[in-house]
């Protein structure tokens, strides 16, 4: 498994359990601002460490509200999980950018983030990604389900072999414990090179927001380093 592909860990919810999991490094820790969410976030983000990146998940929300929450919460990527436009995504890449261009108290130069999430099934049309290239930062491809994410169920990652674009992209939907020697075998194929990072949420759950460090330490060890 190659270090560089990233582990977030998305529907954090409760502060002492956020910082257990952060206390295993994932790359990002996501936080979802969505009413609806059994894992809607309304606590305050514990103070984390430099390496590991804020997600913000919104679904369908407004451009201000997202910005908001940004700045609230000082996160350096945002996630988009409704239905939101190519004119959305651009309008608000836009609005970020000039908010972190105002922002006196930021120190790094990176710009925020900016992932859009594509629902998958048992078959994707991937032209529908090419409005978004150069819009977004990396597309997140999702399993298509009645929950916008933590569905607990996988897609087909085959389906893959047919993406052809430089942007990189996030695989989730439904990992867990049980997919590690799969994702290990999907790391070998082509489809993979683009991979940025890998994202798990509701199969390391006791409860919706409350993840299982165990089972994650675990899910770490044996897909980043079993062969070292």
């Known amino acids: 498994m190659k270090n560089s592909v990233q ?14 999991v952060a206390a295993l490094q994932p790359g990002y820790l996501g936080f979802i601002f969505y009413t609806n969410s ?8 514990p103070k984390l460490s430099e390496e590991i990146k804020g997600v913000g998940v919104f679904v ?3 451009i201000s509200f997202i910005l908001e929450t940004v700045k609230t919460h000082k996160l350096k990527a945002v996630q988009l999980h409704g239905n939101e ?12 950018n000039v908010q972190e261009a105002n922002d006196s108290s930021k120190t790094s ?3 925020i983030a900016l992932w859009k999430v594509f629902s998958v099934k048992d078959q994707f049309d ?10 977004v930062d990396c597309f997140l491809f999702d399993t298509k389900g009645k929950n916008k994410g933590g569905n607990g169920v996988t897609f087909d990652w085959t389906l893959l072999s047919k993406y052809e674009s430089d942007t990189p992209f996030i695989l989730s939907g439904g990992i867990g414990l049980d997919e590690v020697d799969s994702l ?6 082509p489809q993979a090179a683009r991979l940025h990072a890998i994202d798990v949420n509701s199969k390391f759950e006791s409860k919706p927001g409350f993840k299982n460090t165990d089972q994650l ?11 070292q």
Request: hydrophobic residues 35%; proline residues 4%; negative net charge.
């Open 109 to 111: 130069q990176n710009q």
């Open 126 to 135: 991937f032209s529908q990604l090419n409005p978004y290239e150069g819009i």
């Open 85 to 96: 436009s190519v004119a959305f995504c651009t309008k608000l890449r836009n609005e970020l």
């Open 7 to 20: 582990l977030k860990v998305c529907g954090m919810k409760v502060p002492e359990n956020i910082e257990d």
């Open 217 to 227: 330490k675990t899910f770490i060890t044996d897909l980043y380093h079993q062969d």
């Open 184 to 189: 290990r075998e999907f790391m070998k194929q």
């Open 60 to 62: 369908d929300a407004e």
């Open 38 to 45: 059994p894992r809607n976030f309304e606590a305050s983000i």
